[in-house]
C-alpha cells in the first residue's frame, strides 16, 4: 500500500487566497483526520471522519476553515481566505479503526506559507 | 498534559541499541507514556505507548520507572533510517478533538 497521499506537498500563496489541501487515505480505513502542526502549538486536530461522516470538527480554528469527503478515498481542507497565521504543516492520517492515536497512519504532509 | 523534559540531541552508532530517555514527574495516574517520531519531511510514526508495565513491540522496547516519573525508549539495533526527532508524550489514552502537542523532542543521529 502506497500509505497516506497528500498533495501538494509545498504551497505557496498570498494572503486572501483560497487554497485546498487533497488527501487519500489509506484503502479500507474508514476514519480519516486533519492535523495542523506548528512551532508554537505543535499537533492540533483540526477535524475528523468516520466512513466519509464529518464527526467532530471542534478543532477547526475558524469558518475560514472547511473539509469535506466527498468519498471513502478522498477528503479536501480548504482554506478561504488564507492568512499568514495559517502557515503550517498540514498532515492527513487515516486509520482502520478508530481514534486511538497508535492506530492512525500519517501522510508526509502539506507545508503551507501565506505571505 | 503533563511536561516531558528530554536531551535535545543523541548520537548512536549503527547497529547498537539507542536509549532515550524522557522525565515525566508530574504524570497523574490514568495518562500514558506515547513515544513517536518525525523522520525529517514526513508525518509523525506511532512508536510505542504504555501505562505502567514495560512494552515491547517490532520496532522498539518502552521501559517505564516503577514510579513512573521517566521512561526510557529503546532501539535494539538501530538503523540509520532510525535517525529522527523522538518526542515523548503524555496524555489520558483516547480523547477526541484535542491537541497532542509535541515538545522539542530529542534529535536521534544514528551514525555508520
Known amino acids: 500500500d502506497a500509505g497516506v497521499i497528500q498533495s501538494p506537498r509545498h504551497e505557496v500563496t498570498e494572503m486572501g487566497q483560497e487554497v485546498t489541501l487533497r488527501c487519500k487515505p489509506i484503502?479500507?480505513?474508514?476514519?480519516l483526520f486533519w492535523y495542523r502542526q506548528t512551532m508554537m502549538r505543535g499537533l492540533e486536530l483540526l477535524i475528523y471522519?468516520?466512513?466519509?461522516?464529518?464527526?467532530?470538527d471542534s478543532g477547526m480554528p475558524e469558518d475560514r476553515f472547511s473539509a469535506k469527503m466527498p468519498n471513502a478515498s478522498f477528503s479536501t481542507l480548504k482554506i478561504q481566505p488564507s492568512e499568514p497565521r495559517d502557515s503550517a504543516v498540514y498532515f492527513c492520517?487515516?486509520?482502520?479503526?478508530?481514534?486511538?492515536?497508535?492506530?492512525?497512519?500519517f501522510g508526509p504532509g502539506t507545508r503551507l506559507t501565506v505571505t | 498534559d503533563a511536561k516531558t523534559t528530554q536531551p535535545t540531541s543523541m548520537d548512536c552508532a549503527e547497529g547498537r541499541a539507542a536509549n532515550l530517555p524522557c522525565n515525566h514527574s508530574?504524570?497523574?495516574?490514568?495518562?500514558?507514556v506515547y513515544w513517536y517520531r518525525q523522520i525529517h519531511s514526513q508525518g509523525p510514526q506511532y512508536i510505542i505507548h504504555?501505562?505502567?508495565n514495560n512494552e515491547t513491540n517490532e520496532m522498539a522496547s518502552l521501559i517505564i520507572t516503577e514510579d513512573r516519573k521517566s521512561s526510557t525508549l529503546i532501539l535494539p539495533h538501530a538503523t540509520l533510517r532510525d535517525t529522527a526527532v523522538y518526542y515523548c508524550?503524555?496524555?489520558?489514552?483516547?480523547?477526541?478533538?484535542?491537541?497532542?502537542?509535541f515538545g522539542e523532542g530529542t534529535q536521534l543521529t544514528v551514525n555508520p
Open positions: 492520517a487515516s486509520s482502520l479503526r478508530g481514534f486511538r492515536f497508535n492506530e492512525q497512519y
Open positions: 484503502s479500507g480505513h474508514d476514519y
Open positions: 471522519f468516520n466512513n466519509n461522516v464529518p464527526i467532530d
Open positions: 508530574t504524570i497523574s495516574g490514568n495518562e500514558y
Open positions: 504504555g501505562l505502567k
Open positions: 508524550i503524555v496524555r489520558v489514552a483516547e480523547t477526541s478533538g484535542s491537541r497532542l502537542t
